[in-house]
């Protein structure tokens, strides 16, 4: 259990430090406890068990130290050395509620939660109720059960303290993190606030209040819960990371660039560092450069005649241009490489040099081979170029690892229906000869459907076929209802029965 600390921080520092050298300096044994707890509650876990080690070689029959070694030990899923060390000291410390919080981590880490939670619960009845340590134990083991991802768990233990203790910030984090982890995302919401009433300098507590609020899109409160956590903990890197992601999910792209370079500023050249950001970075400039092409899109007089492009501002060739240069980040970085590749390429493409792109969606396909998405991309290249049957060839070889996937087929769908035939027949009778070379799936059941639809050449076979996915695949479905024309066809008769 936590003690009253003797020394302070500078002498356990310069005792890490000593240990670190090589030094043995004699530790008695509550100074060795103390010296412990204090580098757990840093998160200096490796060096809490060296110390551990050392201490109890000092004092090998101190039932304090050997419990504490043996919590260490179960963190470490050095189960069966902790199981061995709890044995020794049991018949000793029954009364220990410390014995008790040991056993029960160990028997969670061990599958065995049910027991795991019947030691938790010998540990609670070793306190005299409403003591301090009473609600200290009832606070470790929540804390313990959200750290070890038993969060149904944790309500029981938070009701028993808040039935005493109402309203203390401690334990309503504890509740607040399980709820969200839960997946109660209103309930957890409000205990945030709750325990911010109490509590306002907690900048984890808003920090993950605003994570929350930017899950469900609720902007402004995130906003001002970044703010809040940001200020109370300026050099939280982290926090300006995941501030970005909040601008970008808010489509306010120059404000998630600051905030990601805030992170940047603090993180790099730490091991800490995410060279994620980059991609990030890049994609919130793609995304803006593309959001002000849609733009420019809208006027005609913008457009080059025969082809898809538009003319781009200045403004709009930065951004892009500077997209690239992020995502070669990436490359130099070597995280998602073969992301980056295509996003140049598609960037390069709408920049106006597709062939450029096309040759740069190669270097990402060399890297994931066998990963749809490239195929994908670069079929979408050669679509810009009105190329079909190269568009047809990439989608195709995409989907050969990827059959299931229902969107890519509705794509081939669309593509073979533009494509110049006599008549709606010759539509089908090629799609079915792409059809043959592909196992019967609920994807290719679906596309068909909505092939005979598009030729409107039996709708009641059309609805038939889809009604039987529906039934047996709605996984399927729901992915097939995503894609705009097909959900447009299921607002008609008789389709739209089956909605």
Known sequence: MPREREYDDRHFEDLAKSLAEGNRPYLDTNEAEEFIDYLLGKERRDEALAASDYAVSLHQNDSGLLIQRATILVEYRRLEEARNILQY?????????????????????DGDVIKGLECYDEAVACEPEDSDSYFETLLMIASRLNRDDQWQYVFKYVDQYLNKKPHDPDILFERAYAEEKCGEDAKCMETYLEMLQFNPFSDMAWYNYALVCTRNSLFENANQAFTRAIALAPDFADAYCNYGNMWASWEKYDKAIEQYAQYVSRAKGTDTFDASVYELMGDCLFNWGVSEREILEKDEKNTIPGFYYVALTPDVRKLFGNAIEFYKLCIDNKYNESRAWMQIADTTSLLGDNKKGLELMDKAIKLEPTIPGVYYMKSALYEREGDNQKTLQVLLEGISYDINAVRPWLEVTKLIFKMPTEEGQDQLYNFRQVKSRFPAEPSIVLAEAFMIYLIE?????????????KKQYPESFCDAYEDTDFYNMMQDKPFNELI
């Open 89 to 109: 000291v049991s018949p000793l410390e029954q009364r220990n509620p410390d014995l008790h919080i040991a056993w029960g981590d160990l028997h969670v880490q």
């Open 457 to 469: 050449k039996d709708d009641n076979l059309a609805y038939r076929m889809i009604e039987s996915v």
